[in-house]
């Protein structure tokens, strides 16, 4: 198995939540970041509390909704590590609206950013890997990549469809010595609902029921990151919600029973 001692990884989403306590225990284990989201100050702050010398890290900003450019940040990863072992494509956006009521445009803005802003950062990595003939790729998806849920229509779309394109990746590139996983996280305790998208496109603004006794991100990092060092497919992490994944496919009736009984609500 490798280690993350001197190896390089590229964390999108680094400024909050699973993204950022991903960032924390690569530096923290030795490994050296890529930190990428819109934030930069954030990024900033999270290296400070890192504690770690500067050529550790790479303040990178990126916004997974507008990817001109990528090239260019690309080129500025190398310049600075030379290489890319990890690419972890986590920067991402939930929902919280009816299908109904939801604005195309805020249908658009989570495909965009969910699965458009990680399949264009991923290609653009991509052929340094296949030169390197080695790295490693993961997305963060959701237990909503694995079934539909009421107010989570787009999400849920989004999060498939990184199923579809990141297993036909994989199988692509076995020859070029390329891993991907795909991590399938329950509930973790980060600000997701908070930053949810509403029906218009404002921010939801509030933490789900249950949210707060959920997983915490800095639980979940560990996980997550031995998980990819073990070249896992697939990756679930968090607490018995998890058991839904389950539910949906092997006991489709209860599935449907409990999906509907949360949209009567
Ligand atoms: N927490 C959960 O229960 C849960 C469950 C299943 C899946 N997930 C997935 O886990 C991933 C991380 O979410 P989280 O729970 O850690 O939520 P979070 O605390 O809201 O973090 C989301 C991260 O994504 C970044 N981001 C959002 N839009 C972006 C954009 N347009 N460009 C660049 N970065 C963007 C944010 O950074 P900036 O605002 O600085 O850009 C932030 O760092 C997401 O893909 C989410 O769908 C979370």
Redesign the pocket.
């Known amino acids: 198995m490798q280690t993350i001692r001197d190896t390089v990884w590229w964390i999108?989403?680094?400024?909050?939540?699973?993204?950022?306590s991903l960032a924390l225990y690569v530096l923290t284990n030795g490994g050296n970041v890529v930190l990428?989201?819109?934030?930069s100050e954030?990024l900033e702050r999270l290296a400070v509390e890192a504690g770690v010398s500067g050529d550790r890290y790479l303040v990178l900003p990126?916004?997974?909704?507008s990817m001109e450019g990528i090239e260019i940040k690309v080129h500025k990863v190398l310049s600075k590590f030379s290489h890319i072992d990890f690419l972890i494509n986590?920067?991402?956006?939930?929902q919280r609206s009816l299908a109904s009521e939801t604005d195309i445009a805020v249908d658009r803005r989570i495909m965009e950013?969910?699965f458009f802003?990680s399949v264009i950062l991923t290609k653009a990595v991509l052929p340094v890997m296949i030169k390197q003939h080695k790295g490693h790729i993961a997305v963060?998806?959701?237990?909503?990549g694995k079934f539909g849920f009421p107010l989570r229509s787009a999400?849920s779309a989004s999060?498939q469809a990184l199923h579809g394109f990141f297993e036909s990746l994989r199988a692509e590139n076995v020859s070029n010595n390329i891993k991907v996983s795909i991590i399938i996280?329950?509930?973790?305790?980060?600000?997701?609902s908070?930053?949810a998208l509403s029906k218009d496109g404002t921010a939801y603004g509030m933490l789900d029921q249950g949210?707060a006794k959920?997983m915490s991100?800095d639980k979940a990092a560990p996980i997550i990151v031995k998980g990819i060092l073990k070249e896992k497919k697939e990756i679930m992490v968090?607490g018995k919600e998890l058991l839904m994944v389950y539910i949906h496919r092997f006991i489709p009736r209860l599935y449907y029973y409990l999906a509907n009984k949360v949209s009567a609500t």
Not at 12 to 20: H, N, P, Q, V, Y
Not at 90 to 94: P, Q, V
Not at 140 to 144: A, D, E, K, L, Q
Request: cysteine-free; aromatic content about 2%; charged content about 15%.
């Open positions: 999108t989403g680094a400024s909050s939540g699973i993204g950022r990428s989201s819109r934030n954030a990126l916004d997974l909704e986590n920067g991402g956006i939930s950013t969910n802003g963060v998806s959701s237990v909503v999400y999060k996280p329950g509930r973790i305790n980060t600000a997701v908070n930053n949210q959920s991100p968090g």
